[in-house]
């Protein structure tokens, strides 16, 4: 029996230390599995975002944006090559700048609404930078830069992920930018629902009551009533298909 209890001891010492070095990659990848996994590589993820329905295809490589206005259908089209504009199935010409701008926002949608998938685009740093509890729940919390090569316009900004322990879900995450004065934002996902095997979220959507707080302290902010609801982020009419 003695020796029963020290091996049971033994497999115990060996799961604490296995559980405390995972690493940012190891974390991001459970999220990812238990989230959706390969199937996120062989789907078309539909859905309405506010007045507007996006769809994305081939891994996450072609993103469209589709929504009518002054009676006029609007179709952008973001891939890794180019931005494309069609109104009324009409192809039009639009600036560089208006072109990178339309791209930043399309992937934005996107990005929010395939979290955790996209952390392991190539762009990507991930670095796990501790541990915090949020009422009674233990959480990984992961820092995220990205390359200024394929970074996207928004490059410079920094995020930050609570990764459940037990389920290894992003429950929340917050980031800052720099574009129209900067700022800091922090998310709370709720109306969690699987779609044909993916996993999709909504959000609360916080900012600081006072400006000066900055990404590090934001969950302190965020526990001890700093932060004021700004918005939520709600997916609608969510269809997901499978590529043959």
């Known amino acids: 029996m003695k020796r029963f209890y020290l091996f049971y001891s033994f497999l115990i010492v ?14 991001v990848n459970q999220a990812i599995e238990i989230s959706g996994g390969n199937l996120y590589d062989i789907s078309t993820i539909s859905f309405d975002f506010r007045d507007k ?16 206005s002054d009676s006029l259908n609007y179709t952008d089209i973001k891939s890794n090559i180019d931005f494309q504009r069609f109104i ?31 952390l392991n685009d190539t762009s990507v740093h991930k ?15 992961v820092k995220v830069t990205f390359d200024q090569k394929n970074g996207g316009v928004d490059f410079e900004d920094t995020y930050m992920y609570w990764f459940n322990k037990e389920t290894f879900k992003p429950d929340y995450l917050a980031y800052d930018f720099h574009t129209d004065g900067g700022g800091v934002r922090f998310r709370k996902a709720y109306n969690e629902r699987y779609v044909d095997g ?7 959507n916080y900012k600081p009551k006072d400006p000066k707080e900055t990404l590090d302290n934001i969950l302190d902010a965020f526990l001890n009533d ?19």
């Open 14 to 27: 060996i799961a604490c230390k296995e559980a405390k070095s995972l690493t940012a990659d190891e974390i």
């Open 53 to 68: 329905s996006y769809v994305s295809k081939n891994k996450g490589t072609v993103l469209e944006r589709i929504f009518k």
């Open 88 to 118: 009324n199935d009409i192809p039009v010409t639009v600036s560089d700048s208006l072109a990178q701008l339309y791209s930043s926002s399309i992937n934005s949608v996107h990005y929010f609404a395939q979290l955790p998938y996209r």
């Open 127 to 141: 670095e796990l930078i501790g541990e915090a509890t949020i009422g009674t729940t233990n959480y990984y919390v």
């Open 198 to 204: 993916i996993r999709f979220v909504d959000y609360e």
């Open 226 to 244: 700093r932060l004021e609801l700004l918005s939520k982020i709600e997916l609608k009419n969510i269809n997901v298909s499978f590529e043959n």
